[in-house]
Every structure is written in structure tokens, then in C-alpha cells.
């Protein structure tokens, strides 16, 4: 398989900011943009993840990445994280709203206070995060403002009625935002990732069913790394895709 993949000049000296950053697709996204020169900064609220990451890319030839710990369901402390990036490393171009968590519940066994928690945790945060990075982008010229959504709304998936709900939501807001925030030069879109072969993922819910299930329903028969979820995040970054906008970008090896 070709292993060759893109380079992006524009990416240089770019600030890029990724919620959710300490571990997984949000860590491969750390690890790829700051391979590629950008001064990147990520929020989690995995300190210790988060410590490990920023020490394994200390050596890189690139500034280390700044992290600030935040748990984005406090919009007052996310908001002030953002502002915190603008003024110590600099004016934000991209935005990745990744932060999010699962938890499977029926549709009947949600209690009021477990859905507020799904949509604060996946969706709140993703509008309040726009409009803190709203005013940097405008200063610079324009933005990138990637959210991510997830396949489990469209594929009708069992026990995921709060995270669904959510992760649909952030489709709906994400064309909102491109239309109104189009007038800025600032495009948002968002990413559909597959099953993704997270560490996490790997060790607690990849059993051989599981994985079976998935290559009798994928087109592509291989499981999706996180990695290649970055790939995506980085193209939507660069100027390569300027006029790409209001947009789901399924990364699913043909699971939907």
C-alpha cells in the first residue's frame, strides 16, 4: 500500500487548535499537524495522556504542542482556554472540535441529566468553541472549523439514541455555521469517521464478532486507523481545500 502522503506548505506556522487532542483520533491529529510545522495547541481533560504526548513529540525539530487541561462541558473554562491559545501561541486559523465520549443507553433508559450530559459533552461545545475562535479568524482572514459527527445515526445503531442525537446535531449546525460564517472567509465542515481502530476501541470493544461484523459490511476490508482520520482533518486545514465548505466527509472504508 502506498505509504507516500501529502505534505502541506500552508500548514506551516499555522495555529490549530483541537479539543479532545490527549489520546486517539484527537492524538494522531496532535502528532500529524505538528509533523507538519503547524503550531498546533489541544484541550483534554486526560492530563496524564496529554503530559505522555506532548514529552513523546519533545524532540521533534517543531515547537512543542500546547496544551491546556479543559473539560469542554464548562463553556466559561473553554472559552477562556481558547482566548488563552490566541495570546500565548498565536491567532487561531483551524479549529477541530473533537472532544466528545460515548456511553451506550436505550432510548428508554435516558435520564434527563444523562442527556443533557450527551449533548453538552458532543454538541454544545462544538458552537460555543465557534464563535470564541470567530473574532481570530476574522483578524487573520479566515479559518477552518472542523466538527466531528459520527455514522451511528445513519446506520440506526442500537443503544446510541443520546450520542446519535448529538452527533446528527453537529451535521446541522456545521452547514448553519459554513452559511453564516462563509461572509468571513471561514469554512466549516465536518468528519464522519468509521470504526476506528482507537487504542482505546481496540482493548475494550474489538472482539473478533465485532471485527467480522464490520469487513461483512465495509467495502474496504480493513479496519481504519486513526491516522487516516488526520489525514482527512489536515487536507480540510490547508489551502489545498479553500473552497470546500458545508460538507460531511465520510471516512468509513464504505461502512454507510
Wanted: hydrophobic share 40%.
Amino acid at each position: 500500500m502506498n505509504t507516500n502522503y501529502a505534505t502541506y506548505p500552508s500548514l506551516r506556522d499555522r495555529v490549530v487548535l483541537i479539543t479532545g487532542g490527549a489520546a486517539g483520533i484527537g492524538a494522531a491529529m496532535v502528532e500529524a499537524f505538528h509533523a507538519q510545522g503547524a503550531k498546533v495547541a489541544f484541550l483534554d481533560i486526560d492530563e496524564q495522556s496529554a503530559i505522555f504526548l506532548k514529552e513523546s513529540l519533545s524532540k521533534s525539530k517543531w515547537p512543542e504542542p500546547y496544551f491546556l487541561k479543559c473539560d469542554v462541558r464548562n463553556i466559561e473554562t473553554l472559552q477562556k482556554c481558547i482566548s488563552n491559545v490566541s495570546k500565548q501561541v498565536g491567532k487561531i486559523h483551524t479549529l477541530i472540535n473533537n472532544a466528545g465520549g460515548t456511553e451506550r443507553l436505550s432510548a428508554n433508559e435516558i435520564t434527563l441529566d444523562k442527556w443533557e450530559n450527551f449533548q453538552s459533552l458532543n454538541l454544545r461545545h462544538v458552537l460555543f468553541a465557534s464563535q470564541a475562535v470567530f473574532p481570530d479568524m476574522c483578524e487573520i482572514g479566515g479559518g477552518s472549523i472542523i466538527n466531528f459527527t459520527s455514522p451511528t445515526f445513519r446506520r440506526r445503531t442500537k443503544g446510541w439514541a443520546g450520542y446519535a442525537a448529538a452527533k446528527s446535531g453537529i451535521e446541522g449546525l456545521s452547514r448553519i455555521l459554513a452559511r453564516e460564517y462563509g461572509e468571513a472567509s471561514i469554512r466549516v465542515n465536518s468528519i464522519m469517521p468509521g470504526w476506528t481502530a482507537t487504542e482505546h476501541h481496540k482493548k475494550h470493544f474489538l472482539t473478533p464478532e465485532v471485527e467480522a461484523d464490520l469487513m461483512s459490511v465495509q467495502c474496504l476490508k480493513q479496519l481504519v486507523l486513526p491516522e487516516d482520520i488526520a489525514r482527512i482533518a489536515m487536507f480540510l486545514s490547508s489551502d489545498d481545500s479553500q473552497f470546500m465548505t458545508a460538507q460531511v466527509y465520510k471516512a468509513d472504508a464504505g461502512l454507510v
